[in-house]
T-cell receptor, first 111, second 117 residues
Framework: KNEVEQSPQNLTAQEGEFITINCSYS?????LHWLQQHPGGGIVSLFM???GKKKHGRLIATINIQEKHSSLHITASHPRDSAVYIC?????????????FGKGTKLSVKP | GAVVSQHPSWVICKSGTSVKIECRSL??????MFWYRQFPKQSLMLMAT?????????EQGVEKDKFLINHASLTLSTLTVTSAHPEDSSFYIC?????????????FGDGTRLSIL
């Protein structure tokens, strides 16, 4: 079993829909990242959070430390949101603070 | 925001060639850099961690003599894939972190797509 599990693996939505991507993890963490990877491969960090909720524009990220679960929400989705969204955790037990990644959720937003 | 430049963005070369990938932090000092590899439809996997001025720490299963990492300055780390073979074809990406706090943000390069013929 992977230490970081994401669902769904693939998601197709119509423009304007509300989208939720889920992430569950099984290790102790000091922080959790939500990342966006575009088709060329480049990665952008959307959020880093260790508790509660963060909002940036149409994106909202929440985390429940007790339940070891995080969600990424996109309101009023747009075709330009199409990308792979990756959940990654900072391993509390790791000596260097490296990230452990989920497999990603491929999002396609249709106009 | 902090910028990390990774170069080259893609490489196609013959089997047996050595390939060097550079990762530069442009507007901050990167005390720690991470090198990751991603095979198709797989997660990003940590290959090694390098701290400026120290030897890199390699993950289990990653050959340190094949994947040479140098982090000689606070703004530059390099990964050299020596005598590359087709099975080394993958997407390689670096990330850089300023400071030594584990929770400090990591900033990613754009990655290097390596194809070995």
């Amino acid at each position: 079993k992977n230490e970081v599990e994401q669902s769904p693996q693939n998601l197709t939505a119509q423009e304007g829909e509300f989208i939720t991507i889920n992430c569950s993890y099984s290790v102790g963490i000091s922080a959790l990242h939500w990342l966006q990877q575009h088709p060329g491969g480049g990665i952008v960090s959307l959020f880093m959070l260790s508790s509660g909720k963060k909002k940036h524009g149409r994106l909202i990220a929440t985390i429940n430390i007790q339940e070891k679960h995080s969600s990424l929400h996109i309101t009023a989705s747009h075709p330009r949101d199409s990308a792979v969204y990756i959940c990654a955790v900072v391993n509390y037990g790791g000596s260097q603070g490296n990230l452990i990644f989920g497999k990603g959720t491929k999002l396609s937003v249709k106009p | 925001g902090a910028v990390v430049s990774q170069h080259p963005s893609w490489v196609i070369c013959k089997s047996g060639t050595s390939v060097k990938i550079e990762c530069r932090s442009l507007d901050f000092q990167a005390t720690t850099m991470f090198w990751y590899r991603q095979f198709p439809k797989q997660s990003l996997m940590l290959m090694a961690t390098s701290n400026e001025g120290s030897k890199a720490t390699y993950e289990q299963g990653v050959e340190k003599d094949k994947f040479l990492i140098n982090h000689a300055s606070l703004t530059l780390s390099t990964l050299t894939v020596t005598s590359a073979h087709p099975e080394d074809s993958s997407f390689y990406i670096c990330s850089a972190r300023g400071g030594y706090r584990k929770r400090a943000p990591q900033h990613f390069g754009d990655g290097t797509r390596l194809s070995i013929l």
